[in-house]
């Protein structure tokens, strides 16, 4: 929500956030905004994670979602490993399957076996049912598995709720959508085709209910040698083309408030001011060319460093974002987002 010029606000520092946290200590902030404030620094490797995903790879989604929606009808479940509940939550045991149009009770790959109950839309996740887009209400934990049943859109069943097992007991035979992480990143239990269901393009900026006139942000890479600074511009000797600032390069800035040219601010419609997320419009953002898929804007209207784009071109990537499992990540990081802005002053 907008407030008013009039709202009081408060600058979000992290010396703030200490002097908050410390009973009895005040910063000089409380009478007037900090007129240089330390910026929110979030890496590259840290988006958020296990809880933005679609229902099916993107790059399959996009190629049909001209001619029909994807599901009319959709139901997500999960294990959360914790067999306490499993009475109470209705839990019911549960094949989940890489393909579960073709998968088997049998089959000794690409199926996670565990005990799922049903989650509830509104209040455990949101769905956008015209482009696959699922939303978690709390990321996933590391061992817990989500799975769906939906109906596509030409009629066909992706999942069965009827089945039964070999003790004739009813079971869920369902379409896995999250296996734990361990059995995702291992490619001996058949899971990969997985990895491209999870959204690896949103942010969280520490802070919610940003006030949006407020923000101010850069992208920049880190030295990848000794002595060099921390770059928010992209150098090329070779191509002048591809020198500019990184927060054009990935497809954040790429029009004015009042003229075509970019401004150098993050086009509002890739924040969530309330949540204090922040989107690319690149599925892959910090290595473009991993997909060709847009969330948002268009590709036609907006370039993200891809090769095959007419804008300038990412010349480092970070692809072990897209490729390897997150406990790989630490000291792997090569792009970080600096923010600063401001939020309404509680009452």
Known sequence: MRESPSTPAQTFTLATMFLLMVPGCSSESDDEPDPDPVPVVIQDIDYVKRKYYRLADPESLTVHQAEML???????????????????????????????????????????????????????????????????????????????????????????LTQVNENSAEVYELQILAPPQRELYDDAKGFAPARAFEMKNVYFLQAQNIIPESLELVIRRRGTVAGEQELDIQNDPTNPANIAEYVRILGLDYRGVNTPEPDLRVEPEFIDFEEGTLTFPNITPFAPDSSTVNVIVPPYQVTTGRTSEPGPKLLQYNSILYTQEPIDFPGQDLYQIEARYTMPTPP
């Open 70 to 160: 994807p599901v009319h009808t959709f139901e997500l479940f999960l294990d959360d490993k914790n067999a306490l509940n499993d009475i109470a939550e209705g839990a019911r045991e549960t094949f989940a399957f890489m393909n579960a149009t073709t998968g088997s009770q049998t089959d000794t790959t690409g199926v996670y076996r565990g005990f799922f109950h049903r989650l509830d839309v509104n209040e455990d996740y949101q769905i956008i049912l015209a482009t696959g887009e699922i939303t978690l209400e709390s990321p996933l934990s590391v061992d817990q598995a989500l799975a769906m049943f939906y109906i596509e859109a030409d009629g066909d069943t992706v999942g069965d």
